[in-house]
């Protein structure tokens, strides 16, 4: 009997956690916009297979240095307790000689040996999925490599453009249909061609189950080529995420793409004065906020944009802080702070956790070492997990309610939920206040340190140190005079009840 009522109870118990998860995931249904992403140059990763170190040379920075799909397999768990919720890799394709980054393409449609067979990739995908975490793949239709075949091959003479370098970057003409760093320019006008990138396109998502692409070099390829391309994937794959690289400053030229429908793109405006802001200290926050009004006025959709501060074409943020002879750990906690906490998509740069430091390609590119920096590495767990727990960091508005020399306070609201961004850019330790209605019968509570900050009436006011950043969680009082009285009057109840027994069995 008793067995058998405990398994019943359990029974009950699963089913009701069954249901809350389920009724959960009704309430807000997952979308691209609360994914953080996990940027990964495969060569650079993890080596999980010498069986294809073919040519390699870890002494070499312009060499393949070993790592493979094997290797991101056997670290996907590493990333899960990151925060990651989905991967961008470096292209998979088959490269010429040397091009351990995967940009040279030789072969659209074999896997580079370096990192390993189709049938690994399908393997790597298909265990990030079971993880819940979503595959990007880097795709590159604008260029082959230096040495492609096709141009040697009489019946493939038009599937390039006219040798010629791109000399003027004002000339859209010229940007789309010059030679980019001296790489063959593939004629996506030319219908073959195009039948061939398109299908191709399609040939890796249906094969291996990805959820989408990262799209190379996109303002080099005419904007007809990508709204075709955009119908074509999203057929295969309706959620399927375009996030594409339009190396600009200016949002209006970025944006022109969204109507191509690309609808991510990675943000080299806000990179640029995220980069400005944190590397060196007594700099104002209002820029950051000037970016974020100017692109939900241009973009279809601004949180669905990749934030980063760090990647493989520039120089590692650490760099630019040592560069300003500043604190490489104060600088970059907050920069990592500002990055999970602002609107738009976190894109981690493998080694950022890690707090690697690099110079200009290939410099920034370093084999990869899982044990450099403990306490960065937690500090990013930390903020990757606030940033699933709380809606707020990933669909809330943003605004700035301080914007006082290096002192800076952001606000973000989503369905009830308020949480505050205090930010102090300058050295010295400094007070900081701020005012806000919604303070009322509340109190801050510090969600990285386990603090809390009372507010008195519709103010606060505390001391916060130099270079620090610190998330706050709008949170009611508990309302413990009530609680006490509560608990007071259910004693009291208790004695009466006993005292009323008493006498009458006494009776
Ligand atoms: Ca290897
Ligand atoms: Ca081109």
Redesign the pocket.
């Known amino acids: 009997m008793g067995k058998r009522f405990i398994f019943l109870a359990m029974s009950f118990l699963l089913f009701l956690s069954v249901q809350n998860k389920a009724l959960a995931e009704k309430k807000e249904e997952r979308s691209w916009k609360d994914e953080t992403i996990y940027f990964i140059m495969i060569d650079r990763f993890h080596?999980?297979?010498?069986k294809?170190?073919f040519d390699v040379d870890p002494t070499d920075p312009s060499a393949y240095h070993?790592?493979?799909f094997k290797?991101i397999t056997k670290k996907l768990d590493y990333l899960k307790d990151l925060g990651v919720t989905a991967i961008w890799m470096t292209p998979v394709v088959k490269n010429e000689e040397r091009g351990y980054h995967g940009y040279w393409t030789e072969d659209f449609y074999e896997t580079e040996e370096?990192f390993g067979t189709e049938e690994e990739l399908k393997k790597l995908v298909q265990k990030a999925h079971d993880r819940d975490i979503k595959v990007i793949v880097d795709l590159v239709v604008n260029h082959t490599g230096y040495i492609h075949a096709w141009q040697n091959n009489t019946e493939k003479k038009d599937w390039f453009h006219p040798k010629q370098e791109i000399t003027n970057w004002d000339d859209q003409q010229n940007v789309e249909n010059g030679w980019l760093a001296g790489l063959p320019d593939l004629n996506t006008e030319n219908p073959e061609t195009r039948k061939y990138l398109l299908d191709m396109a399609e040939y890796w998502i249906k094969e291996t189950n990805i959820d989408g692409y990262r799209l190379d070099t996109v303002k080099h390829v005419p904007k007809d080529f990508w709204v075709e391309f955009s119908e074509r994937v999203k057929n295969v794959k309706s959620d399927f995420y375009l996030i594409g690289e339009v190396w600009h400053n200016d949002p209006r030229y970025i944006s022109e793409y969204n109507k191509a429908g690309i609808q991510s793109f990675v943000d080299y405006p806000l990179f640029n004065e995220m980069v400005r802001v944190f590397r060196q200290s007594g700099q104002s926050l209002s820029e950051l906020h000037s970016v974020w009004e100017r692109n939900k006025y241009y973009y279809d959709d601004p949180y669905m944009l990749g934030n980063f501060i760090d990647n493989h074409d520039n120089i590692r943020f650490v760099r630019e802080v040592l560069l300003k002879q500043e604190d490489p750990e104060k600088r970059l906690k907050m920069a990592l702070t500002y990055l999970y906490t602002a609107p738009g998509i976190p894109i981690l740069y493998q080694g950022t956790e890690h707090m690697v430091d690099g110079g200009k390609d290939p410099d920034n590119r370093r084999m990869m070492a899982f044990n450099q920096n403990k306490k960065i590495e937690t500090f990013t767990a930390k903020l990757g997990s606030l940033r699933q727990k709380h809606p707020a960091l990933r669909r809330g508005d943003f605004t700035m309610i301080k914007d006082e020399g290096a002192k800076g306070v952001f606000k973000r609201t989503y369905k009830g939920e308020t949480l505050y961004i205090v930010f102090n850019n300058d050295k010295k330790a400094v007070n900081i206040a701020f005012q806000d209605k919604a303070f009322k019968g509340h109190k801050l509570v510090d969600l990285m340190n386990q603090n809390e900050e009372r507010a008195d009436g519709n103010k606060v006011e505390f001391q916060i140190k130099g270079e620090t950043a610190l998330i706050f969680l709008l949170q009611k009082h508990s309302n413990k005079p009530f609680l006490y009285g509560a608990i007071g009057a259910g004693i009291l109840l208790v004695i009466l009840l006993i005292s009323f027994f008493f006498r009458k069995s006494k009776s």
């Open positions: 080596n999980g297979d010498k294809n170190d070993g790592g493979d290797g370096h």
